[in-house]
């Protein structure tokens, strides 16, 4: 059921099977997972995650290469509340442990907002990340390009940049790095810092031995048209040619809500999980960009896949078998 202000009482006294954090690739997969299985859940979904800036997903199995993430999102979305899962757009601001359950508090509405709190037995930490981009007084200018022609993820997009001049948009020295790979694709690179970091001489020489060339100035504007990048001006007045870019300033992580979680294990932002996505905490599991790995859209579906199995075997071998007891009777009258 899709849940709003006007009918979320109905659900406030419900101890779900699980609770999903985060209505992407990964927490659509588990949801519908744990629908089919049988299970009570609730899918929280702040919106604008990431797979809503994919223009189009060019490496998914069986999709058109031109399918946008947004029409995976609100298909996943319509298929999971159909299999019976609830569905509700707010932001999960905290989650605590209460032995049994697990009370997670969410708020609902930007205006006028309430902060239900529903209850339970698992949660699935699915709320992503979402990629830094380069900050300019005019942010639509970024968003004209980024996701098309402008990409935040070098094993997604990388074929797109094939022997074209790219960018490469780094906001530290570490960043810069990844030069040293997007060369696989292509050996047409500019770096820019954006005035973000200083670059050290050994990595100035390690670029110049390369052939490619260092920008320092900010970023002033992105030239192009139709999301088709031309170049990149900076704020000196250069002109960078370029008709495609990507982006290496890192991401920022949705996983405060866990921080107050006592005896989760961390690797910097990300959580430890084993093979089928538990944490070190047994009711709580995390998927796709919120645990250690590679992000992908493929990866995270399956990581929804495995989680709410799991789950499912937990609750299955806790409950009492399913008996034929008409067969039974029949057995007993018998007798």
């Excluded at 402008?150 to 490469?168: E, P, R, Y």
């Excluded at 002109?239 to 005896?263: C, D, F, P, R, W």
Aim: with cysteine; glycine share 10%.
């Amino acid at each position: 059921m899709k849940l709003s202000s006007k009918n979320i009482e109905t659900r406030l006294d419900t101890v779900y099977d699980a609770i999903v954090v985060g209505g992407g690739m990964g927490g659509l997969s588990a949801a519908i997972y744990l629908a089919r299985y049988g299970l009570t859940c609730l899918v929280v979904e702040k919106g604008k995650g990431r797979s809503l800036w994919m223009q189009d997903l060019r490496n998914y199995v069986g999709l058109d290469p031109d399918t946008p993430g947004r029409d995976i999102l609100n298909h996943g979305t319509k298929q999971a509340i159909e299999w019976g899962a609830d569905h509700l757009r707010g932001y999960v601001e905290e989650v605590t442990d209460e032995g049994d359950t697990l009370a997670v508090r969410v708020k609902v509405g930007k205006k006028d907002s309430t902060y239900p709190v529903f209850r339970s037995k698992y949660l699935i930490a699915a709320s992503g990340v979402i990629d830094k981009l380069p900050q300019l007084e005019n942010m639509q200018n970024v968003y004209d390009y980024a996701g098309y022609t402008l990409h935040v993820c070098m094993i997604c997009d990388g074929f797109d940049m094939w022997d074209q001049k790219a960018v490469l948009i780094a906001n530290t020295e570490g960043q810069i790095g990844a030069a040293f790979v997007l060369n696989w694709f292509t050996p047409y690179i500019s770096v820019l810092t954006h005035g973000l970091c200083e670059v050290s001489d050994e990595t100035k020489q390690k670029l110049a031995d390369h052939g490619y060339p260092l920008y320092e100035a900010p970023i002033a504007k992105i030239h192009g048209e139709n999301h088709k990048m031309s170049g990149i001006e900076l704020t000196d007045g250069t002109m960078v040619e370029a008709t495609t870019g990507l982006i290496s300033m890192g991401s920022i992580y949705h996983n405060q809500y866990l921080k107050g979680i006592e005896g989760l294990e961390w690797n910097g932002e990300n959580l430890v999980t084993n093979d089928m996505m538990k944490t070190s905490h047994d009711r709580i599991f995390a998927l796709g960009d919120l645990k250690q790995g590679i992000n992908q859209v493929s990866i995270a579906v399956a990581d929804g896949t495995l989680a709410a199995t799991q789950i499912w075997r937990n609750i299955r071998r806790a409950s009492e078998p399913r008996k034929w007891e008409e067969n039974l009777e029949k057995v007993n009258v018998a007798v």
